[in-house]
């Protein structure tokens, strides 16, 4: 049964999706997963072993549907992008996307946006098929990426936002630290019509609280939260 979302993506595009953390992919797909994090993200290393508790069944909140697309183009391995579905926050978590550079100039000009519309749809998807719907997708760019996700119909969001070192491992190393990213947010329809820092509250905690186990009351995290609670609605 084809995914009309990825049929899509294919038309527009030219790239083709293997879903690697699902369950249903092989351990080779796994493993090109891993290599392209590697290749794109090697100071996120650690994550790679997080793949694999994904694939092997290992993955702790069934609220969460984690997805680990390799992105082919013409048969071959060019790329990849990781996010997960939030059914408790009903946000989607933008992790990863990176892509050959090479196979990046055969591409069109607006591959990243036709790839960001599959992964908020997929997210949609997730949503409608556990009986809820999608608020919101959050991103967590780096500075100099933020105005062609502004192109995309994402919004940053200024909240003094702060990622923590080692990701989810970070009790590994003692009390958190932190390092700053640019969060910016895409709202559904259903999401719009919504208190603006309530839809931004649920994506925040689905990253820092949900995704990186910080405590609310950690002063960084604290003082985000803080923030959004001030934000006004857009106008």
Known sequence: MTDPVLDRLQELSGLTVEEALDGSGSEDLLRELQAELLR?????????????????GGWPDPEI????WVLELEGEPVGFTVFHTS???????????GIDREAGSRLPLRWVQYLADAVFETGAHDCQRHGTTLLAALGENHPEHARTWERYGYRTLDIEYREPNHGQHWRDYGPPTFFPMTPQIRLTDEGAVLPYAQVVDAA????????YLLPEDEPTVARTLSLIAALPDPE
């Open 65 to 68: 549907i984690p997805h680990g």
């Open 204 to 211: 925040v905690r689905a990253f820092l609280i949900d995704h």
């Open 40 to 56: 794109f993200f090697p100071e996120h290393a650690h994550v790679a072993d997080e793949f694999r508790e994904i694939w092997s």
């Open 87 to 97: 059914l408790r926050r009903r946000v989607v978590l933008q992790h990863f996307v």
